[in-house]
């Protein structure tokens, strides 16, 4: 894997305070075109709220983000997908009464240069635009194996079948970098292991970096490329999963004991 010499992702310094609460104390990690970097810690250690910062739900108390180059900190939310940063969150929100391939189409809208008036009105430019996106809705649940679903309404559709089609919606907008929220809680081991070819397929295929927050310790070690590890919203880790996995502050961190010699 080829990777350049300036991260695609650089988090230098994220504090953020809630009150008298801080949530985050200074993390700084980057992230490399073309990895799979996982970020994880116990609950409660801050890492959905990181995510939420990235994805500008949240506005730092200090510290700076930047993507390809140039401060996240400085876009508004509603243009994160714009720049090529791309969400799934812990709880799937799906547009229930639409079919799966119109829940595909809707993540495509970032990408299009119909306006909310156009589409609401069905002017010529949104006609015209349409069979593109229907045609890359299409391309992705196929990708994902979901073409046995195109046209069932997502309502009942089974939970890991949801989390695909949100992971397809997600890559519609033609990401650079994939926030994936807790990607694996509520599927079984072979769902997992399903999951994990995914993410790679996703790097590998699609040319998408990937960071994920994750409490399933066996998904990360085996797919990310480096590990970042965050506890009271401190950063007391960040390597290669081997090196993580044997790091003393990590293990005191998940069991509440010092490391053996």
Do not use: W
Not at 94 to 101: E, G, S
Not at 160 to 170: C, D, G, S
Not at 187 to 215: A, K, M, P
């Amino acid at each position: 894997m080829a990777e350049n010499s300036s991260p695609l992702l650089s988090v230098r310094g994220i504090t953020l305070r809630f009150g008298g609460v801080v949530a985050l104390d200074d993390v700084s990690f980057d992230v490399m075109a073309g990895q799979i970097a996982g970020l994880i810690g116990p609950n409660g250690a801050g890492k959905t709220t990181l995510f939420n910062c990235l994805s500008r739900l949240y506005q730092p108390s200090a510290g700076e983000i930047t993507f390809a180059g140039k401060s996240v900190l400085a876009v508004p939310r509603h243009k994160i997908p714009m720049i090529g940063i791309g969400r799934t969150f812990q709880n799937v929100a799906l547009f229930d009464r639409l079919t799966v391939l119109e829940n595909v189409m809707v993540g495509r809208h970032s990408r299009t240069s119909a306006g909310f008036v156009e589409s609401a009105l069905r002017l010529p430019s949104v006609g015209r635009e349409e069979p593109a996106v229907r045609e890359k809705a299409m391309d992705l649940i196929e990708f994902m194996n979901l073409g046995a679903f195109t046209h069932r309404v997502a309502a009942g559709l089974p939970f890991p079948i949801r989390k695909r089609v949100e992971l397809a919606r997600a890559l519609a907008a033609e990401p650079k970098l994939l926030l994936l929220d807790e990607p694996a809680a509520g599927l079984n081991h072979e769902e997992v292991h399903t999951l994990e070819s995914q993410i790679r397929r996703v790097r590998d295929v699609q040319g998408v970096t990937v960071l994920l927050v994750e409490h399933h310790m066996s998904l990360v070690m085996s797919v990310s490329d480096k590990v970042v590890v965050v506890n009271f919203g401190r950063k007391i880790a960040d390597g290669r999963p081997d090196e993580v996995r044997q790091n003393p502050d990590v293990i005191r961190a998940y069991l509440g004991t010092p490391a053996s010699a």
